[in-house]
C-alpha cells in the first residue's frame, strides 16, 4: 500500500526551483533543473549515483551557489547563500552522515546554537524537546548522551534540529541507507505524521520499493535533467528504474549453473573481540554463501577478522586447507583472498589520491610495478589503471582524478575492478552495494555472479536480504556473533527472519 495522494494535491507550490544549473569542473550536475514542492508532500527525488540529487537539493538548502535559475519559497524570490539563508525561509536538511556532538545529551545537540541567552535552563530545554518530539511521535530520550543511541535515533534527533528552528520543507538525503528494517517503519511513521501536520518532505533514494510506498510525487533525474516526473499509482519499480539508468534493468539475473567443488574457505569457533563468538562456516569452490543479519550482529567482525584486520582470539580460518588465522592483510591476499569492504570510503579507498593511485592498492610492491625499494613503475600502475577504467565502465574524465570526484556506484566499481583483477581463489562481499542505485546494482551483481561461474567462492554478507536471495546458493544467518540458522535459497523470509532474530540453528532444507 502507498500513501500516494495523501498530501500535495492541486496546492500551490511552496517552494519553485526554476532553470536551476550548477557546473563543477569537467562536470555539469544540474542542467536547467526545475522542481515543484508542495505543502505537506513527500515528494521523492530519484536518479543513479551522480544524476545530481543531492547536488540540487545542496543547492535549495544553500551549501552550493547554482551558475543560473532561480527559487522561490511561498512565491516569492529568495536569495539561499548558506544554510542560514535556508534555515531562514523554513528549508532544512538531514544528511546522510549525521553532523552531532556524541558527548552532548539529545537536548544539547537539538538546541546547540539556538540556546538563547547566557544561560541555559536544561529543565525547560529538556520539556520543549521532549514535547516536539511527542508531537510528531519520535521516541527519543531527551537527556542521553548522542553517543548511547542507535543510528535510527540519531537520525530522529537530526530530524529534531531541524523541527526546532521551524522548519516547513525537510529535506532527507538518503535517509534509510543505515537503517535496519523497523527502523525504516519508524521513520515512515514519523514522516507520515509530519506530512499530516503540513511539513513538506524531500525524499533522496535509490530504494524503489520505499520510494513507492512513502512518496506522493516522484521527480527522476538522469545526468542532471530532469526526465520525468509521476506518482506512485501511476508506475512501477520496473518502469522507475528504466527511467533512472535509460534501460530496462533486470531485478533478478540468472544464476549460472556450476558445480560447486570442495572448500575453499573453513572456520572453526572463530572468536574475537567484539562479537564473534564461536563462528564456524564454509564456503566452496563455485558457491555464494550468503550471511544475513540485522546489522551489528558481528558482519563487520567476522570480515575483518578473515581479512586480517583484525586478530582472532581463537579459532581457526583455513583457505585452501591453509591456516591463516592471525596472518596480516598482505599475507591473506597472497594466498588469494580479496575484500570489498562495507565501507569504501574508510577502507575500499583513499579519496584524496588517484584513480591509478588507487588501483594499485594492495600491490604497490608486486615486481611488475615495483622497479625497486620505493620506486614505482608508474606507466605501468596507470596502464593498469586505464583497463581496469574502461574493464568496468568507471565514468571519471581520467585515470588523473582524485577518487572522491567520482560518484557512489563509480567508486565501487573501481573498488570491485581492482579485487577482481588478481583472480582471487575467495571473494569476501561486505555489504557491496550499501548506497548505489539500481544501474550499479545490477552491475555488482553481474560482477559477483561471473565470479561463482569462474568457480570461486564467494561469502557474501548483507544486510539486503534482497540481494541475499538473488545471488546466494546457501544462507546463513548471523546473530550476537553466532550463525543460528542454515537455509536453502529458497527459503521463506519469515524462516531465516527468525534466524535472524536469534532463534535456534536449523539445518539446510534438503
Known sequence: MTDEGAGGGNSPPLVVLEGITKRFPGVVANDDVTLELRRGEVH?????????????????????????????????????????????????????????????????????????????????????????????????????????????????????????????????DEPTAVLTPQETRDLFDNLRKLREAGRTIVFISHKLDEVLEIADRITVLRRGRVVGETRPADTTKAKLAEMMVGRPVLFRLEKPDVTIGGPVLRVTDLRGEGKLNGISLEVRSGEILGVAGVEGNGQRELAETLIGLRRPLSGTIEVDGRDIAGRNVGDIRHVGVSYIPEDRHEQGLVLSMTLWENAVLGRQNDPQFEAGPGVLLIRKIKALAARLVKLFDVRARSIDVKASSLSGGNQQKLVLARELEVDPKLLIAAQPTRGLDVGAIEFVWKEILDQKAAGRAVLLISAELDEIYALADRIVTLYEGRITGEFAPDAPPEQIGVGMLGGEKQPVAS
Open 44 to 172: 521523492a527525488l530519484i536518479g543513479e549515483n551522480g544524476a545530481g540529487k543531492s547536488t540540487l537539493m545542496r543547492v535549495l538548502y544553500g551549501i552550493y551557489p547554482s551558475d543560473s535559475g532561480r527559487i522561490l519559497v511561498r512565491g516569492e524570490l529568495v536569495k539561499i547563500a548558506s544554510p542560514r539563508d535556508a534555515i531562514a525561509v523554513g528549508i532544512g536538511m538531514v544528511h546522510q552522515h549525521f553532523v552531532l556532538v556524541d558527548p552532548f545529551t539529545v537536548t544539547e545537540n537539538v538546541i546547540l546554537g539556538e540556546e538563547g541567552g547566557a544561560r541555559l535552563d536544561v529543565d525547560d530545554a529538556n520539556r520543549r524537546v521532549a514535547d516536539l518530539a511527542e508531537q510528531y511521535g519520535f521516541r527519543v530520550d531527551p537527556a542521553r548522551p548522542v553517543e548511547d543511541l542507535s543510528v535510527g535515533e540519531e537520525q530522529r534527533v537530526e530530524i529534531l534540529k531541524a523541527l526546532y528552528r521551524g522548519v516547513e520543507i525537510l529535506i532527507l
